[in-house]
């Protein structure tokens, strides 16, 4: 038996949930709390021997325990209540103290005291059945995705190419392998622009749209910083990625015989100013701030020139009226930052920020309020805790809080998001790029929500498995940080401590804490530092106002190589955040207003919600495809897929319409969503639909403010910065705004302002203008940023940046997973409900 189990049974339990109680005997083994109870006699054979049924939870579901020993004189028994990150609430009464606190300590070292990945349960199961027939880890290949999507070495060249530069992970350890880019831009030109973008995540095709041939690119931001740095290289990838489909040759720069590939690296330029020799060459690998030049100023400034040449070409092309239009032509291509403006502008005191639009003509800029981590984080907590008394109360919700805790506005924002960004590709034929700060949360689910309304093929379960692994494992998405599967010691509790403020022994002794003074100065203090010095040290949670921090960090070219599944590891509270729980909420809003347009069903969503946490399978362990590869996980560990299509028939949509025809209505090809049908996800929070959705079908949840509420934030050109409604409009409908003079606004400081911008929901929707807080610019066409940045971060607030980060730290972190079925939870003759295998934690393989 494990050392850490101090006690592997015990008998005469009571089970409360849901206001209801059952007694059975709890069962603890090395990967699961068991709790065996007995069923009514079956009506059909009343004779026949007693049945019993069983309820498995794996520890890392566990997202908040607490033991509550006996009070002196009480008549309560003393217990243990969990918070599951699917949403079930449970809780557990014992006999005697010694028996509950034998149970606590248990659980509590077999879930956030492991302290090694290859400890978890992904790494001894072993599948049964049909399951051990399928390799989930088989199912994706990027260059046979990529080949399907219309980009293959094979077919005609449409302007992309595969580049094996990130072949080994040294280019950029949290990418992929193999990255598409595209071709008139050469693997040097990528190795200088890297530096300019935050770990080294450049604009990388995710998307190819077979119709129009536009495109959905992604990466981090760039590394502009108050000091307005600027990278040639960078502006250069942009505007290759916006010229693929115009009929517009790229100006040669350089000595280089090719039309079609253009280097605009260092040396290039180089070779220009010296009277076009191009015998100056750089070794492979030499970094750029270690090249001998003559004059670095002279570089600069013919590289930047040469820029500047390819810009004015494709603009004077593109006004020439005799010029043949070409299909796309008049495109309006898209910079989507999912970030609020304000933030962007406070990250620039952090050494990033967002593009500068004069430097990138090609394309106009949009900023999206979609929060950051912690937001998210503290919302679904607040959801939480209206729904945490589930165990021993039946009582409805109460609607008015739901709405306050603000989790279907972040959810409606995020589709209103994605709404903008399928209409710039679907409808106005423009390449979109996406980013937020390091590009692998917010920037995760615009890209994927979006493919998923461009291309029927990712509303197939076998589409859905690729898009998943293309966009969220590929590309790199920190689940061992957003999911903490090793758990932490503060999401346990012993109450009479949480009350007292003091430790408490075994034997009931109480224990002086180090840190249980009045130490707000210190602390404030410290948080302060953190937000300034931006994410120096590893683990950091107050790295950045952007929250991305940096847990880790990777020096390109050096790969770490390591094994991380015998490395001890803990989880940063401040860094749980169920992002990809709001995509497939997400995902669930688009299946829910497109009946017909999936094959897979909710049950699908919830089951793989589910598995997020449950630790069973490998997919979900690691941030990245190099620590995947690194620790072999694929040897190691199987795939959450071999489970969905070992039960296919168990997910798949009834009426589910394979057939696409966009002349008639509900069969289009295109889908979007509808924000003003926005709606609680009942079934992900283990609630009934009327619970949360209310008793009249089809009712808003959304109040006429939220619905109207623009998830646009602002709007960048080279010509102009702040937004106003008809401008934002006319960005969304594809036409090219006017440039306006900036008119300070004397109710704000010089460099803020209030502006109004429209909801985007629909083509035919009207906009309706709502104020919202974003950065002005000055009336230079190149403002210095040095002062809108202290106004920007005096607007934050020193004191509210602080309090955010205060609360945050001392919040719960209680990540959150799938969901029971809902109904009568004693229905079938079952009295926990779990007969049909979607009980806590049940797992229909362990029948």
Same mark, same amino acid.
């Given at each position: 038996m494990d050392l850490r189990i101090k006690v592997s049974k015990v008998e005469n339990v009571t089970c409360w949930r849901e206001g209801k109680k059952v007694e059975g005997s709890l069962h603890l083994t090395a990967h699961h709390i068991i709790f065996r109870y007995p069923l009514p006699p079956s009506e059909s054979k009343p004779e026949s021997k007693p049945r019993f049924g069983e309820s498995w939870l794996t520890y890392p579901m566990i997202s908040y325990c607490t033991y509550r020993p006996t009070p002196p004189a009480s008549p309560h028994p003393p217990s243990i209540r969990l918070r599951c990150r699917d949403f079930t609430f449970v809780s557990f009464h014992f006999l005697t103290d010694a028996e509950a606190r034998s149970v606590y300590d248990s659980v509590k070292a077999l879930t956030c005291k492991l302290g090694r990945l290859d400890k978890l349960y992904a790494f001894s199961y072993i599948p049964h059945g049909p399951e051990k027939l399928i390799d989930g880890w088989r199912l994706y290949d990027p260059r046979k995705e990529f080949a399907r999507q219309g980009i293959s070495e094979k077919s005609g060249d449409k302007g992309w190419r595969f580049t094996t530069i990130n072949s080994d992970y040294s280019y950029s350890p949290t990418y992929p392998a193999v990255l598409v880019v595209p071709s008139a831009i050469s693997d040097s030109v990528l190795k200088y622009g890297a530096k300019y973008r935050s770990r080294c995540r450049i604009p990388a095709l995710t998307y190819f749209h077979p119709i129009n041939n536009c495109t959905i690119t992604r990466s981090s931001q760039p590394m502009r910083s108050y000091k307005e740095h600027r990278n040639v290289q960078d502006e250069r990838l942009v505007a290759a990625i916006c010229a693929t489909t115009k009929n517009t040759k790229l100006p040669t720069i350089g000595t280089s015989n090719s039309a079609s590939t253009t280097d605009l690296s260092t040396k290039d330029a180089l070779s220009d100013a010296q009277n076009d020799s191009d015998d100056s060459t750089l070794p492979v690998?030499?970094?750029?701030?270690?090249?001998?030049?003559?004059?670095?100023?002279?570089?600069?400034?013919?590289?930047?020139?040469?820029?500047?040449?390819?810009?004015? +070409?494709?603009?004077?092309?593109?006004? $020439? /009226?005799?010029? &043949?239009? *070409?299909? @796309?032509?008049?495109?309006?291509?898209?910079?989507?930052?999912?970030?609020?403006?304000?933030?962007?502008?406070?990250?620039?005191?952090?050494?990033?920020?967002?593009?500068?639009?004069?430097?990138?003509?090609?394309?106009?800029?949009?900023?999206?309020?979609?929060?950051?981590?912690?937001?998210?984080?503290?919302?679904?907590?607040?959801v939480i805790n209206l729904i945490k008394d589930s165990d021993i109360s039946p009582l409805p919700l109460n609607q008015d809080q739901l709405s306050k805790t603000k989790w279907l506005n972040h959810i409606a924002n995020m589709i209103d998001g994605v709404g903008i960004i399928a209409r710039t590709i679907g409808i106005h034929h423009s390449h979109v790029l996406i980013h937020c700060s390091d590009g692998w949360?917010?920037?995760?689910?615009?890209? +994927?929500?979006?493919?998923?309304?461009? $291309? /029927?093929?990712? &509303?197939? *379960?076998? @589409?859905?498995?690729?898009?998943?692994?293309?966009?969220?494992?590929?590309?790199?998405?920190?689940?061992?940080?957003?999911?903490?599967?090793?758990?932490?010691?503060?999401?346990?509790?012993?109450?009479?401590?949480?009350?007292?403020?003091?430790?408490?022994?075994?034997?009931?002794?109480?224990?002086?804490?180090?840190?249980?003074?009045?130490?707000?100065?210190?602390?404030?203090?410290?948080?302060?530092?953190?937000?300034?010095?931006?994410?120096?040290?590893?683990?950091?949670?107050?790295?950045?106002?952007?929250?991305?921090?940096?847990?880790?960090?990777?020096?390109?070219?050096?790969?770490?190589?390591?094994?991380?599944?015998?490395?001890?590891?803990?989880?940063?509270?401040?860094?749980?955040?169920?992002?990809?729980?709001?995509?497939?909420?997400?995902?669930?809003q688009l299946q829910y207003q497109h009946p017909t347009r999936f094959e897979f069903n909710e049950r699908f969503l919830r089951r793989l919600l589910y598995h997020l946490y449950s630790c069973q399978y490998g997919t979900f362990l690691f941030d990245n495809e190099f620590e995947r590869q690194s620790s072999k996980a694929k040897t190691r560990t199987h795939s959450v897929w071999n489970y969905f299509l070992s039960r296919r028939k168990e997910f798949t949509n009834p009426t589910y319409d394979p057939e696409i025809d966009d002349h008639v209505p509900g069969k289009e090809r295109l889908i979007f969503p509808r924000k003003e049908e926005t709606r609680w996800w009942a079934e992900g929070f283990g609630r009934k639909d009327s619970e949360m959705n209310g008793i009249v079908p089809g009712a808003p949840q959304l109040s006429v403010q939220d619905i109207n509420a623009p998830v646009l934030a602002g709007v960048e050109t080279a010509d102009f910065i702040e937004t106003t409604p008809q401008q934002a409009s006319s960005i969304s409908r594809g036409t090219t705004p006017q440039p306006r003079a900036f008119t300070p606004n004397p109710t704000y400081s010089s460099h803020l302002q209030t502006e109004t911008t429209p909801r985007l929901v629909s083509d035919t929707s009207t906009p309706t203008a709502q104020k919202v807080e974003s950065v002005a610019s000055t009336a230079s066409p190149q403002p210095k940023?040095?002062?809108?940045?202290?106004?920007?971060?005096?607007?934050?607030?020193?004191?509210?940046?602080?309090?955010?980060?205060?609360?945050?730290?001392?919040?719960?972190?209680?990540?959150?997973?799938?969901?029971?079925?809902?109904?009568?939870?004693?229905?079938?003759?079952?009295?926990?409900?779990?007969?049909?295998?979607e009980g806590f934690g049940q797992m229909e393989e362990m029948k």
């Open positions: 690998g030499t970094p750029p701030d270690q090249t001998s030049f003559a004059d670095v100023d002279l570089v600069e400034d013919e590289a930047i020139r040469k820029a500047r040449e390819y810009e004015d +070409a494709i603009e004077a092309r593109a006004e $020439d /009226p005799s010029e &043949r239009k *070409i299909y @796309g032509a008049q495109q309006n291509n898209l910079i989507v930052d999912a970030r609020p403006r304000l933030n962007a502008l406070a990250m620039q005191g952090l050494g990033r920020g967002s593009e500068k639009m004069d430097n990138y003509r090609c394309c106009s800029k949009v900023y999206l309020n979609i929060e950051n981590i912690h937001v998210m984080r503290n919302s679904l907590e607040a949360d917010r920037t995760s689910q615009l890209s +994927a929500l979006s493919q998923l309304c461009l $291309d /029927p093929y990712f &509303r197939t *379960i076998d @589409g859905f498995t690729t898009l998943v692994e293309k966009d969220w494992l590929s590309f790199g998405h920190m689940f061992r940080h957003r999911c903490g599967p090793l758990g932490s010691e503060k999401w346990f509790e012993i109450e009479n401590e949480r009350v007292s403020n003091t430790a408490v022994s075994e034997n009931g002794a109480p224990i002086p804490s180090a840190g249980s003074g009045n130490n707000t100065f210190e602390n404030a203090l410290s948080r302060a530092t953190g937000f300034f010095r931006g994410s120096s040290g590893v683990g950091s949670t107050n790295g950045s106002s952007e929250s991305e921090s940096e847990p880790f960090k990777f020096k390109a070219g050096h790969p770490t190589g390591e094994d991380l599944t015998d490395k001890k590891l803990i989880t940063d509270a401040g860094e749980v955040s169920p992002m990809f729980q709001q995509f497939l909420d997400g995902v669930y940023t040095g002062s809108a940045l202290t106004a920007g971060l005096a607007a934050l607030g020193i004191s509210g940046a602080l309090n955010s980060r205060s609360s945050s730290s001392h919040s719960r972190n209680r990540s959150t997973g799938n969901a029971v079925a809902a109904g009568n939870p004693f229905g079938d003759g079952d009295p926990l409900g779990v007969t049909n295998g």
